[in-house]
């Protein structure tokens, strides 16, 4: 009878509660409604007044100065008012009942006078544009003369009167019904907490044993005992958390046998990361040398054309007076060794964009087998005086890409020229360009020096040289990072693969652009 009677006070409550947010929901969204339409009032009141003031601003220079926001303030004016009806409509299936006539007839009134206002800045901004100054100079005047204006604004503060009242009485009806839950929530508790206190009081003496046998469990348990098992009890739901207990002690001993297993593996695993992570430590000491290494000498490459054009400038002011062919070979040299020294700080201001997300390309429309081909004409003599075979293998020439040309010819001329650096005479290198799917897929393939694995992983960092790259061929190790950052920029992937003395393969895969649309 004592659980009914709680029962009966929980199932009581929660009608209650549910009754109050029914009610307080229907005040809350009255309010919200009652704003909606009051706020859209007001908003009419302001677009109202900078439609006058428009027209009085064109009045007064002869002339419509912003046409554009003429336009919209008469667009904003009609936005409005549908806002405010489609408000009053909701407020009106809200209350299921009918909405005062006199709201309506204000906003009829109100969408009366500012349509004549509208009709009168039309025709005003008619004759300005037709030049009739003085037509317009009467029209704006009879908004006033006629009593528009002022008949405006008398409904509009008596709309917002009227509005602002019905916003401050949907409020005091909130307020009141939630003073009304607030009084008599009390009562509802105080019954429940004495009722519970009532069975608590009554259950207490019977409880006591099986109580203090479940605390001496838990102590033991909470102590570290895991062997401890509750004995058997005579009430049925503390008999099933006895052996709810039991059976928690037991599983927590198996788990605690496999947790010292799992803590004997993640030692092993721990030791083992720890060996990979100084490996990891003692390549970056490594590729940290290598960038101090590079750094030396991007410094020698700096420094030589800058002696070179420092040495050219000094001879020809030195010495006899020199013929002006031979003072054009020395600005010749001069302008060559700048050359050099402006593509590689244009590589490196490059790599520094791209890494900051601004590579600045001039992305069109371009086709790959268009731009290999000259590519492969340009490294044709240095690869015949290589002897090194060029081979060239286009499985779709009509290929498009979405890029900058000028940079997607840098990225091939960089594979190009490496593969025949690191080639040997009587060698070959194939390059390729084929299409798959969504795609478009370049390779340059050779058969020279190749590298090693952990070189093709560190090619594209900067200033990275291989071992047997950095006796083979001169270079900064700049080039495949630069090669990267601009694939990359095209939303591309590049990679390297090879194995020592079998040669190396170049990829690169850049997104490929349907051919109907580059031509559109």
Known sequence: MAFAAMLAIALALAWYFYDSVQWFEYDVERIALANSVLNGHRVLSVQTERKLALIQESVALGAVGNLSQWQENIRDLRVTFAQIRQAIADEKALRSAEIDTREIEDIDELENQVETIIGSGETIRLALEAGNIEVARTEAEALHSEGIVELFSVLMDETLAANSKKVADANAEAISLSRYITGVLPWFMWALAGLTGLVVWLFSRSLTRSVSVLYDGVR?????????????????????????????????????????????????????????????????????????????????????????????????????????????????RIIEQTDQTTRLVDDLLFMVRADAGEPRLKVRPVSVGSLLAPVCSDFAAKAEKSEVTLIQSFADESSVVMGDAGRLRQVFAILIDNALQYSEPGDS????????????????????????????????????????????????????????????????????????????????????????????
């Open 429 to 520: 290198v194939e390059v390729g360009l084929a299409r798959a799917d969504s795609e478009v897929i370049v390779t340059v393939r050779d058969n020279g020096i190749g590298l090693t694995k952990e070189e093709a992983r560190q090619a594209f960092q900067r200033f990275f040289r291989g071992g047997q790259a950095q006796g083979h061929a001169h270079g900064t190790g700049l080039g495949l990072p630069v090669a990267k950052a601009i694939v990359e920029a095209h939303k591309g992937s590049i990679s390297l693969e090879g194995e020592r003395g079998e040669g190396a393969i170049a990829t690169v895969v850049l997104p490929a652009e349907d051919k109907l649309k580059a031509v559109a």
């Open 220 to 332: 033991a348990f909470t102590g570290g005992d895991l062997t401890h098992r509750i004995p058997e009890l005579r009430e049925k739901e503390f008999e099933h958390l006895g052996k709810a207990f039991n059976t928690m002690a037991h599983e927590l001993a198996d788990h605690r046998t496999a947790m010292h297993d799992s803590n004997v593996r993640l030692e092993a695993v721990v030791d083992e990361r720890t060996r990979a992570l100084k490996s990891s430590n003692d390549m970056l000491a490594m590729v940290d040398e290598n960038r101090r290494k590079l750094l030396a000498d991007i410094s020698h490459e700096f420094r030589t054309p800058l002696t070179v054009i420092r040495g050219e400038a000094e001879i020809a002011m030195r010495g006899r007076e020199k013929t002006e062919g031979e003072y054009r070979e020395v600005l010749a």
